[in-house]
């Protein structure tokens, strides 16, 4: 019996008894050879995903380079110094302008070279901050005074020096620092009110302005090797310290 009469005998059976327990399925040659095609196409695709799965795998890095080394952050500096915010330069410096006379500031030459302005800015907004707890909006009158002293100033030192030129950062790190004594007499003015003390006010006012001259005059001698023109230095740093004194008592 030929494929085909067999098919038809299954079909007949089929419709007369309405079940198909007793027959055997049949499945034509071409369905078996497309199904075998499929699978091999199935298999060699699964085949192909598995190598290139293989393949990324032995190309990714092992998990042991990401893991933390303690060893790798131990030569980086500080994250204060990252930011150029040297505490230890800051501490030096402010021990110079409380002591100008001292050994400390006079056998630290290069104690102004790096030119911070961390110190500056703090001694400025503290300034500021303490004249406003006296009912003095003085930002203003701080920031303004503060720029065009450090330009005046930054002139008259280029034109003075004898060597090289002197950054305008410089000028502006000395003066900064340099009001420190400012800060000082602020915070007395909140407790005795030296706008009314007469002769005491006075007084206090003069010898905040020659310790802020004597600490700046010192430390641009000593920072620009001008030992010679340390007089006519003076006269105009005088001159910008009586400004802030003056809007710091009245």
Not at 14 to 35: D, H, I, K, L, M
Not at 73 to 86: A, I, K
Not at 165 to 179: K, P, Q
Not at 225 to 249: E, K, N, S, W
Request: hydrophobic residues 40%.
């Amino acid at each position: 019996m030929n494929p085909n009469e067999r098919q038809t005998q299954q079909q007949q059976q089929y419709s007369t008894n309405g079940t198909a327990s007793n027959t055997e399925y049949y499945q034509p040659n071409n369905v078996s050879s497309n199904y075998d095609s499929f699978g091999n196409m199935f298999s060699g695709s699964m085949e192909k995903r598995s190598d290139s799965a293989s393949i990324s795998a032995s190309n990714a890095p092992s998990s042991g380079s990401y893991l933390y080394d303690p060893t790798e952050f131990e030569n980086e500096p500080p994250l204060m110094e990252e930011l150029g915010v040297n505490i230890s330069h800051i501490k030096d410096k402010t021990q110079a302008v409380l002591f100008p006379f001292s050994a400390h500031a006079k056998n630290n030459p290069t104690l102004m070279d790096d030119e911070d302005l961390a110190g500056p800015m703090t001694f400025a907004l503290l300034l500021g901050g303490t004249l406003l707890l006296n009912g003095k909006l003085h930002f203003g009158y701080i920031y303004g005074f503060g720029m065009f002293s450090c330009v005046g100033m930054s002139l008259i030192l280029n034109l003075m020096s004898p060597k090289d030129a002197i950054s305008i950062w410089r000028v502006v790190s000395v003066l900064g620092y340099g009001l420190l004594p400012v800060n000082v007499l602020a915070a007395l003015n909140l407790i005795l009110n030296m706008k009314n003390r007469g002769t005491l006010g006075m007084v206090l006012a003069g010898l905040t302005i020659f310790w802020c001259t004597s600490a700046s005059t010192r430390l641009f001698e000593r920072s620009c090797d001008m030992r010679d023109q340390r007089y006519l230095i003076a006269y105009p740093i005088v001159l910008v310290y009586c400004c802030f004194v003056i809007i710091t008592v009245f």
